[in-house]
């Protein structure tokens, strides 16, 4: 009788939130909508495609119009079906069965995922406090030996960004082996290293059109890297891993710089208040036991029963991120603010 492979067998599947909720500020999707002349554009984008052909296997307008957004080389760029590809990819063509990989935890648990469907050995660097220590991650990956470091800056869910030096002496103190930044959330911070990235032969830095630019439907990522890894990543995907709608919106959408910038404010303007007015609650409430000061579009707090506030949050139609003993709300509406921190100061009432 057949088996499962071991790695298979043991595998458990990443579960999003599912059902209806009147708001949604569980996912670090970006509250802001495609506004009308935008989506008319996306459709005369998509009306043109001859569907009956394969996409451009090469993305080449679409990572032109990236190159000139971020200010890096077009072949420095390597486009996929959103940062999740690229990351199963790295771990699967830059490691190989048995050797070892270090994440930090709390972090992105995709990282662990797409390691154990490779057969990698992941060791986990526990985060003494929130902020990441970056002499302690650099002794604890050179113990282990590890081939790949793969860690998220600004870090989800933690919200919190480790400094530019830092991150360039993580990836400096372990050049012999790659080191991975996922930028998935520097769009609302400082301290990006994508720029410098080609510099470095053991880095990539990834990107998404999920978070700061509204377009998580489209499922697009990118990897900017030095011209020997992005020669192998080119070499390693799919031919065609991100189809011609998705490089036609993805493009429409890069066309149109001050317009992501301005959804990039005003997120970082409705990240602000929740911030703050979360941080007052918690000065009124000992149930709060701490709040992270956010450098991404959420809010990362401590509570002393995150899950009786999960659950009082979820009959009440407001879905957030359980994460215990903390919750991560997505910053949301101005009226989506009101409406969560309000029902909390209820709740803890």
């Not at 971020?70 to 959103?82: H, I, K, M, R, Y």
């Not at 994508?194 to 990522?221: E, Q, Y």
């Not at 910038?261 to 970082?268: A, N």
């Not at 000992?286 to 995150?306: G, K, P, S, Y």
Request: net charge negative; proline share 4%.
């Amino acid at each position: 009788m057949y088996e499962l492979p071991e790695k298979l067998k043991n595998l458990t599947p990443y579960v999003p939130v599912t059902g209806q909720y009147r708001i949604r500020l569980d996912a670090n999707e970006s509250y802001l909508t495609a506004p009308g002349w935008l989506r008319q554009e996306l459709a005369a984008a998509i009306e043109k495609l001859d569907f009956n052909r394969y996409p451009d296997p090469y993305t080449v307008e679409l990572c032109q119009k990236f190159a000139d957004f971020f200010d890096v080389l077009p072949s420095q760029v390597v486009a996929g079906n959103g940062s999740d590809e690229l990351i199963g990819l790295i771990v699967s063509s830059f490691t190989s069965t048995g050797e070892d990989m270090v994440v930090v935890n709390p972090d992105f648990s995709m990282y662990s995922f797409y390691a154990q469907m490779n057969g990698v050995r992941v060791h986990t660097f526990q985060k003494p406090e929130l902020a990441l220590d970056a002499d302690a991650l650099i002794a604890f990956a050179k113990e282990r030996a590890a081939k790949l470091v793969v860690l998220s800056n600004p870090c989800n869910p933690t919200s919190l960004a480790a400094s530019q030096a830092d991150v360039l002496k993580i990836v400096e103190e372990l050049s012999d082996r790659l080191v991975v930044i996922d930028e998935a959330y520097m769009d609302f911070a400082e301290g990006s290293i994508l720029r410098i990235a080609p510099r470095h032969d053991n880095l990539i830095v990834l990107k998404t059109c999920s978070k700061a630019f509204g377009m998580a439907a489209i499922r697009l990522g990118f990897a900017v890297a030095g011209t020997q890894i992005t020669l192998a990543l080119k070499a390693a995907k799919s031919p065609y891993n991100v189809n011609s709608m998705t490089q036609a919106a993805g493009c429409v959408l890069l066309s149109h710089p001050d317009y992501l910038r301005g959804c990039t404010e005003q997120i970082k303007t409705s990240r602000t208040e929740l911030y703050q007015k979360i941080l007052a609650l918690a000065k009124e409430k000992a149930e709060i036991l701490e709040v992270a000061d956010t450098c991404a579009n959420f809010v990362f707090l401590q509570m002393l029963d995150a899950r009786r506030v999960f659950d009082a949050l979820s009959a009440r139609g407001i879905i957030v991120r359980l994460m215990a003993p903390r919750l991560r709300i997505t910053a949301g509406t101005a009226e989506e603010n009101r409406e969560v921190v309000g029902a909390l100061r209820e709740i803890l009432d």
